[in-house]
């Protein structure tokens, strides 16, 4: 239990690394010659980064039986939302200076920030209902259910940033890559979960 | 035939109002920098830089420029890298000595000639001009150009020539970049002949009075400012008068997002972001992008009668 506290913790610090890095670069000057752009970029990659720590939980709990680590799934998933929350929020006000007509013309017009709109807006009620009281008030099946949006929201982030870059798609590519293990090690199991279920029926 | 007939006074003829107005001030730092001039061609003392005693030029803008370490630090030269600040870290691997363009094609007099003959044939001068980029950022830049259209009568284009089409090098043992299929390589830029001539057209060999840097394009780059930067093609290593209009990289790699013309027009979006704001780098909030990124009195006759979406 201890240790879990110590390894919980030390966690949380880790999370907030890319932002002190952020800052650290503001105020030594390393933001480069468009500070916006870069900051705006990387608190975007740190999203989609965390939104595939948090889908690795299931399959790392399975490769490596270490149970506990559904317990730091919470806070990964409500990390990845807090970088989602600081990358609309540089967009919307720094970006674009809260010209609220300018960005639901963007989030209109333009595909690759409607999708990147939608995910975020997706993102709230899984944030809402991440706690033990809301977990227990919706029961497990719905709750499990609304929270399948996780999927199509990497997904959706995936495509956010490949719609977005000029020419070199190779990282939004890897993003995509590691998203699609994640998902088809999910579908194996679950196969291999069916197949057995098959198996193990009384044969006639 | 159609012979079409110039107006009397064109556009770029016309003083700038500004300049106008300023013309005594204008005409005193033509004179000092006469007199400079001959006093430094006379006298020992060394210049300060390689291109000492610049002649100013009226086509320059009052904006203040951009510190070099924004214009050298973030750069889209795909021969190198596809990240901003990948060809500051790669370019050292270019080597801009020796270095011979080539101008053929359409012309009566097709030679390979370096950059020093270049500069003999249209002498450098200071161009601060505006930089828009595709991706809606922007800067001030204080280049050391020489004039195109003086350096393309040399070679004495033909009645055929219509066009100019620009070569980078092709290289990658020098351009690391060139070794991924990103784009395909050399990287081509095209012209038609009177944007060519124009006199804000520029092949730039400096920066801020210095010697170009390796990854802007060093030694020899082409800057025509009132289209977007990826027409100011690079490290040049041919230039060629043809018939037809030519390929152009980024045409060729996405047709339906980058033309052949590519004026800077706020008016027409690119498909996947809006055209009609900037970042200036170094500024907080956006600003509007200018038609012909501001330098429309001078150019936009260029294109009258052309539908200017269809011809993005």
Redesign the interface.
């Known amino acids: 239990m201890k240790s879990l506290v110590a390894f919980k913790t030390a966690l949380f610090a880790l999370c907030l690394v890319p932002l002190a890095r952020l800052v650290f670069f503001a105020f030594t000057g390393r933001l480069g010659a468009n500070p916006i752009e870069f900051v705006l970029h990387s608190l975007g990659t740190w999203t989609l980064t965390l939104l595939l720590v948090t889908l690795s939980i299931t399959p790392l709990r399975r490769l490596t039986g270490w149970n506990c680590l559904i317990r730091v799934r919470r806070m990964l998933g409500l990390f990845a939302f807090f970088y989602a929350c600081l990358h609309f929020l540089t967009y919307a006000g720094v970006d674009q200076s809260f010209d609220i007509s300018a960005i639901i013309a963007d989030i209109v017009k333009r595909p690759y920030i409607t999708i990147g709109f939608t995910c975020f807006v997706l993102l709230i009620p899984l944030a809402a209902t991440s706690t033990h009281a809301m977990q227990r008030r919706l029961g497990s099946r719905r709750w499990q259910l609304l929270h399948r949006l996780i999927y199509l929201i990497a997904a959706g982030g995936v495509v956010h940033y490949l719609w977005l870059v000029k020419k070199d798609i190779t990282q939004p590519l890897l993003y995509g890559l590691v998203l699609v293990v994640l998902l088809a090690m999910r579908l194996v199991w679950r196969r291999r979960v069916t197949a057995g279920a098959a198996l193990s029926r009384p044969l006639g | 035939m159609l012979i079409r007939r110039p107006p009397d006074i064109s556009a770029s003829e016309i003083t700038d109002q500004n300049l106008y107005r300023d013309r005594r001030r204008f005409l005193a730092a033509g004179l000092a920098a006469g007199v400079a001039f001959t006093g430094a061609s006379l006298a020992a003392p060394a210049p300060a830089g390689p291109f000492a005693n610049l002649r100013k030029s009226p086509l320059s803008t009052s904006e203040s420029p951009?510190p070099l370490?924004?214009i050298t630090?973030?750069n889209n030269f795909?021969e190198f890298g596809?990240d901003?600040?990948d060809p500051a870290q790669n370019a050292h691997t270019l080597v801009t000595q020796p270095w011979t363009v080539r101008i053929d094609g359409e012309v009566k007099r097709a030679q390979s000639v370096d950059v020093e003959t270049l500069m003999r044939w249209s002498p450098p001068e200071e161009r601060i001009y505006r930089l828009r980029c595709v991706?809606a950022?922007s800067m001030v830049i204080p280049w050391v150009g020489l004039p195109l259209a003086a350096i393309i009568k040399r070679a004495e284009p033909t009645s055929r020539a219509k066009y100019v089409e620009f070569t980078t090098l092709n290289d990658p043992q020098q351009m690391p970049g060139e070794r991924s299929s990103?784009?395909e390589w050399p990287y081509l830029e095209g012209l038609r002949m009177d944007e060519a001539m124009h006199s804000l057209a520029i092949l730039a060999v400096g920066l801020y009075g210095d010697i170009l840097p390796n990854q802007n394009g060093a030694p020899i780059r082409l800057v025509v400012p009132w289209k977007y930067g990826f027409k100011s093609i690079k490290s040049i290593v041919r230039i060629r008068l043809v018939e037809q209009q030519p390929v152009n990289t980024w045409n060729r790699?996405?047709p339906n997002e980058y033309g052949f013309y590519a004026n800077v027009n706020p008016a027409v979006?690119h498909p996947?972001?809006?055209q009609a704001k900037e970042?200036r780098?170094?500024e907080?909030?956006?600003r509007p992008t200018l038609p012909f990124n501001g330098y429309a009195e001078q150019v936009a006759s260029l294109y009258s009668g052309m539908d200017l979406r269809k011809f993005y």
């Open positions: 951009n370490r924004d630090t973030y795909y596809t901003k600040a991706e950022w990103i784009l790699a996405a979006d996947r972001w809006s970042r780098l170094g907080f909030s956006k």
